[in-house]
T-cell receptor, first 113, second 111 residues
Framework: DAGITQSPRHKVTETGTPVTLRCHQTENHRYMYWYRQDPGHGLRLIHYSYGVKDTDKGEVSDGYSVSRSKTEDFLLTLESATSSQTSVYFC????????????FGAGTRLSVL | QKEVEQNSGPLSVPEGAIASLNCTYSDRVSQSFFWYRQYSGKSPELIMSIYSNGDKEDGRFTAQLNKASQYVSLLIRDSQPSDSATYLCAVKGSNDYKLSFGAGTTVTVRA
């Protein structure tokens, strides 16, 4: 998975609890992304980062926040998890340039009960 | 209208046949186009990228791009059971580095 580690790989939590997912890369890529994947929707961008402390919202950012204090780490936080946030979450990385090929981590399966 | 649309599938083809996957996009100035393959329960992996009009071949895979028609396709020749997966079309616009993904087409190759 291109030097990308997501943790945890699986998590079950209760509605209203905070949850943090971690993405760690060893590739020194500048850009990092968080997606969620749900049946029938493909991959939808939650938040992305274009450098340390530089982040921006994607198309489905409500209820999520992110932080990037180091090049290698990008954290996704659900401040108060809801059942609608049950999903598979993928982290991706890329380098700037025409190709912008994104490489994906193995994913985190989150269930909010 | 969704930014990236794929034929909904599922697509079932016999082993050895050609699987044809289609993708249309709405942003006329899109510049980069990608096909990812995703096995059930796994993460997407890049199998093809294409940037210029025409065909690009890599082994049994051929990507075709027609920017005037805002259309990109993927052909899988001599389909194998190991090709059974969901194929995601992704498009990069001209002004940033984000990708827009289609919902995916699931392909099943029958032995």
């Amino acid at each position: 998975d291109a030097g990308i580690t997501q943790s945890p790989r699986h998590k079950v939590t209760e509605t209203g609890t905070p949850v943090t997912l971690r993405c760690h890369q060893t590739e020194n890529h500048r850009y990092m992304y968080w997606y969620r994947q749900d049946p029938g929707h493909g991959l939808r961008l939650i938040h992305y980062s274009y450098g340390v402390k530089d982040t921006d919202k994607g198309e489905v950012s409500d209820g999520y926040s992110v932080s990037r204090s180091k090049t290698e780490d990008f954290l996704l936080t659900l401040e108060s998890a809801t059942s609608s946030q049950t999903s598979v979450y993928f982290c991706a990385i890329s380098e700037p340039g025409r190709q912008n090929i994104q490489y994906f981590g193995a994913g985190t399966r989150l269930s909010v009960l | 209208q969704k930014e990236v649309e794929q034929n909904s599938g599922p697509l079932s083809v016999p082993e050895g046949a050609i699987a044809s996957l289609n993708c249309t996009y709405s942003d006329r100035v899109s510049q980069s186009f990608f096909w990812y393959r995703q096995y059930s329960g796994k993460s997407p992996e890049l199998i093809m990228s294409i940037y210029s009009n025409g065909d690009k071949e890599d082994g049994r895979f051929t990507a075709q791009l027609n920017k005037a028609s805002q259309y990109v396709s993927l052909l899988i020749r001599d389909s194998q059971p190991s090709d059974s997966a969901t194929y995601l079309c992704a498009v990069k616009g001209s002004n940033d580095y984000k990708l827009s993904f289609g919902a995916g087409t699931t392909v099943t190759v029958r032995a």
